[in-house]
Structures are given as C-alpha cells and as structure tokens.
C-alpha cells in the first residue's frame, strides 16, 4: 500500500539509507547521522508542497515500518513529464513489491495525473531496476556516467500509449 511519508518514517528510511550496496544501486548518498532523516522528510514534505514531486511511502501487511518509498520528480521544463525512483528495503527484495509499487504509480502518473511520459535512470549493474524498467516498457534514450561516482548508467522512457498498449495485452500488467 502506498500512502504520504510522515514523521515516523525517518528511523525505516535511515536504516535504507545506511544501506551502503542500496543507496550505490539506487546512485544516492549515504547519510552520516540521523539528523538526515529530518532532512528527508522535510524536504519531502517541501518539494510536494511546491508542486515538484510526489513521494511515497510503502506499507506491507504485518510489517509495522514502512519498508520503501517511490518518487515522482516532475521537469522543471515540461509539466507532462516526471522522473520515478524507488527503493525498498533489503528484507523485502525480490518478492514482486517493486513491480506492484512502480505499477501503481505508473498507472497513477498516467491515468490520474495526465502526465505523457515518466523516464527513469538505473547504473547498469542494478538488474532488478533494469528488469522492472524493462517490464512496464520503457525504452532507453541514452547512456551516462554519473558524475559523482564515475558509475556508468542509463537513461530511460516510458510514454503514456506505449504503457496503455502494455497494459491492454491479455499478458499486460
Ligand atoms: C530495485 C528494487 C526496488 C527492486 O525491488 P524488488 O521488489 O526486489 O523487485 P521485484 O521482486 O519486483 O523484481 C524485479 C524483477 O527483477 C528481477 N531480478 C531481481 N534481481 C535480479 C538480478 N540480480 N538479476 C536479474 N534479475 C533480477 C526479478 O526476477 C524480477 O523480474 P520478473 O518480474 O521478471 O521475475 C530493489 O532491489 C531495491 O530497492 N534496490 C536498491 C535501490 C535501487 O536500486 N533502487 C532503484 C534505483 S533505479
């Protein structure tokens, strides 16, 4: 279930964050202390109160923290258009929670939020991000190199008729 981050999200979202082999798939810094965690939220809250983004906590049933969140960033340049990013926590890896959140905010960004097209950056070793991007159709645009960490990445899109013909397949998610 995907709901607003609130206050008592920051000790699950630090912990996710320490996840140093996590936060170096996801291309995020590690934070030093927990005073970070104030930081995330406030900025959180900020960047939704401002129209630039809209993030999410996820819930699992009988897990009581939250155990990841997923973003819409949206362009400064084209308000059809918004970047997503995800990360869950290491415990619930590999179990499809990722797919079924980036389904549901897909189908939120498309159909709800009008937008026509959500893009999205991997560095090339995150299979499971790669796998994920590939399964709702996104296709690569370009390739990068992360300039904070020499990481080599990848740019992708997805536009609103390539997701709605995905979806409409009998096989569609
Ligand atoms: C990326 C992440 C959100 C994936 O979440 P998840 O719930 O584990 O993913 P899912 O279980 O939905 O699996 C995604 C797909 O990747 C595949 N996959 C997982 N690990 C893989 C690996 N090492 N190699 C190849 N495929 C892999 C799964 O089999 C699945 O494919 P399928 O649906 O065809 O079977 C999670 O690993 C994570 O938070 N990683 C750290 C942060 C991060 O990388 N964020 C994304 C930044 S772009």
């Keep these: 279930m995907l709901r607003a981050p609130s206050e008592r999200d920051i000790p699950a979202w630090f912990a996710r964050a320490t996840d ?40 699992q049933a009988g897990v009581s923290d939250a155990i990841g969140t997923i973003t819409l960033s949206f362009s400064a340049t084209d308000a059809k258009v918004a970047a997503l990013g995800f990360v869950l926590a290491r415990a619930h890896w590999g179990r499809g929670l990722g797919s079924e ?15 026509e097209q959500v893009t999205a950056e991997a560095v090339v070793r995150n299979l499971a991000s790669l ?5 709702f159709g ?36």
């Design 20 to 59: 140093v082999e996590s936060a170096s798939l996801a291309g995020d810094p590690v934070p030093d202390d927990m005073s970070a965690g104030a930081r995330w939220f406030a900025r959180s809250r900020r960047r939704f109160a401002d129209g630039e983004a809209i993030q999410w906590s996820m819930d």
């Design 101 to 115: 959140a980036v389904c549901e905010v897909l189908r939120y960004a498309f159909e709800t939020l009008a937008l």
């Design 131 to 135: 796998r994920i991007l590939a399964k």
């Design 138 to 173: 996104f296709k690569h645009t370009e390739n990068f190199i992360d300039a904070s960490d020499g990481e080599r990445c990848e740019r992708f899109a997805l536009d609103r008729d390539a997701f709605e013909n995905l979806r409409a397949r009998p096989s569609g998610r």
